[in-house]
């Protein structure tokens, strides 16, 4: 398991003179309600009025903390709704937020989303202090590799270039040559592929993301063995259950996925691919084979498309809550702190990923089939 580089912190200027609230005087009041109430209309579609009371007032308190911290949330895909659309304020997949992350002004930045990416905020935006609302908010690709591990492998396989998926400490990262995400993997390894003048290239650490990249590319694919125990649990059966049951429903999946899903699935693509496709191609009935809140998140700018939800949940974003949120702002809580040295060596392959032209989000062609040559290092 690999250890968080995160210090709790004693609660600071929490003078009620300062803050707008304290956690006592959190209630659904007539000044809660009229500063949610357009927050509300923007959810009601995902969100019932009677859960709302509970919602609204930390809502309220994490709106009007973040102004007196000088902070912004970040905000993944598969955050809850009431976080993704109430206190977010830049919202997406792993490779928009870290672009946010590089680009921000505010002094203070909340990762609601998980370890890793609250690790990937701070490579890039080294002064600002990075908060992560949970210690637990951990990640099974993330902990499927050391850095230790990559440097075994590059001793292994000299001269091969490293692709390391942002899913990954920074450890991992500060060995690689480069990272990726799943919406940029295939541009990524045919890229540095090209850089170097070389064949194959090591695309860590997620098997199944490397299965499919490898379908998609004529580079040899070196992988490693990790898997997301939220897209590994999908299965060709569910597909076929949800094609029986859904008849015209549209099934996009995310690449890190088992290739037998992506297979049996209409479009492949990161969670902002999927996103763009439920908005250009306004499909009546979709399923979004992957975490759950997605759904729910996309649903609320296609009120006019119904979601089939496969439900599968992510136990380590799920530690993200509004709660949680509210308490990193209140105490400055739990900040991200990096060896300075291992933060520099990471941001170089960040960096390095950064610097690639924009390019649309890679689509994964399901017909493809992997390639018998990939190998599992
Ligand atoms: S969904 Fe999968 S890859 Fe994303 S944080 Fe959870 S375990 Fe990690």
Redesign the pocket.
Known sequence: MVELNILPRPPISANPTNLAYGRRGLVYDNQVKAETDALYERVRGVISSLEWPAFAPLIAAINRLKKERDAVILAHN?MTAEIFNCVGDFRGDSLGLAREAANVSAKVIVQAG?HFMAETSKILSPDKTVLIPSLEAG????ASITGEDVALIKQKHPGIPVVTYV?TTAEVKAQSDICCTSSNAIQVVETIARQWGVDQVILLPDEYLAKNVAAQTKIKILAWGGK????ERFTPDDIAEIRASHSGAVILAHP?CPPDVVAASDFTGSTGAMSDYVEFHKPKKVVLIT?CSMSDNVAVANPDVEFIKPCNL?P??KMITLEAIYDALLNLRHEVVLDPVVSARAKKAVDAMLALPPAPAGIFDPTRPVPANLEII
Request: proline residues 0%; aromatic residues 6%.
């Open positions: 598969y998980v990640c099974s690709l993330a899913n997301c125990e939220v897209h890190e975490e992510c380590h974003m």
